[in-house]
């Protein structure tokens, strides 16, 4: 019986032996492909006069930026590159700000740069790279669900890479565990973006403070969109935010859904609309924040008294809002013809 048992076991092992083979053949034959799928795409791009856009978008390849950088001296019109999406391509690692910006001196004319769902929870400083004064000409800069504040005293080496970028126009950072003490470290950076005319803080956790550090740094006719759902900023957040409406006479969006401001905090807002003579607002988003009839009430009327013609789409589904409050609300409105889209789902 023993020497028949014996043969069995050794056949089974044999058997995953073989599959574990198998599974790392056909991983590597995922990367080859994938390896082959970015050469075909700087061929197109090469081939293209008038291209100047890469998307390598959920290729999971994190040799990447490896690959370019080998086609760079194939491909010369690699150079003209001006926008470039690597979201969810696996980078990461402590190297990783230092090898972007070593990667970015190599492209001049790169002006968008998407690196989404990536890992920069364990970065270095990029201090060894380039001085403070080195810049670069990126306008566009988004780093949305990479970990930043995963692991505390890594989180703040990020810093250092953004200020890199002083020219930028729009930059989201959305959905990466930012809170207070991540913005006030960051709010000497943020201050240098002049020509700064979208922030995208979506699902972080900068909480009334964070708030106030926004109002404190953004402001002037640039500024013009702020998205901040889900940061918990409450009644007196939504007093700082109100103060960058003031501020900014070109401010066209805010989205400001799930921060629990309540009818104080709204009406903190309306106060804002209703003294910023000639606002451009066109989109404003203030859904799930416990406001009831009052706080909605004198959101509609500062509206009717703003001058505020560019209003298109007004948000304030998930609210406290009764049906008779609902009703009023309409009513209130009624004069603006060009709001397209009212959101009052209960």
Known sequence: MQNNSEPEEITKLQDLDINEDKDEDEEDRYIDEDEEDILRKIEELSSQENNTSLNFEINKHPRVLDILLEAYETFPNLRKLTDLNLTNNWLCGWSLTIELLEFLKLFPE?????????????????????????????????????????????????????????????????????????????????????????????????????????????????????????????????????????????????????????????????????NTQYLKLASLCLGANNIGNEGASKIAEALCNAQCPSLTNLNLSHNNISDEGAKSLKEKLSPYHNLALLKLKL
């Not at 002083?166 to 960051?186: A, E, H, I, T, Y």
């Not at 709010?187 to 020509?195: A, I, M, T």
């Not at 006719?221 to 003031?246: D, K, T």
């Not at 104080?264 to 807002?269: F, H, L, Q, T």
């Open 110 to 274: 790169l002006v968008s740069l998407n690196l989404d769902w990536n890992d920069f929870s364990s970065v270095s400083s990029v201090s060894s790279v380039c001085t403070k004064d080195q810049t670069l000409n990126l306008k566009h800069l988004s780093i949305h669900g990479c970990y930043i504040n995963v692991i505390r005293r890594n989180s703040y080496n990020i810093i250092g890479f953004l200020e890199r970028f002083p020219k930028l126009v729009s930059l989201k950072l959305g959905d990466n565990g930012l809170d207070d003490k991540w913005m006030k470290r960051f709010e000497p950076v943020l201050g240098q973006y002049h020509d700064l005319a979208e922030l995208n803080l979506n699902s972080n956790v900068i909480g009334p403070e964070g708030a106030k550090i926004l109002a404190n740094v953004l402001q002037g006719n640039n500024f013009s969109r702020l998205e901040i759902f889900g940061n918990n900023i409450g009644a007196e957040g939504a007093a700082y935010i109100a103060q960058v409406l003031a501020q900014c006479p070109n401010f066209v969006e805010l989205k400001l859904s799930m921060n629990n401001i309540g009818d104080e905090g709204a009406s903190k807002i309306a106060e804002a609309l209703r």
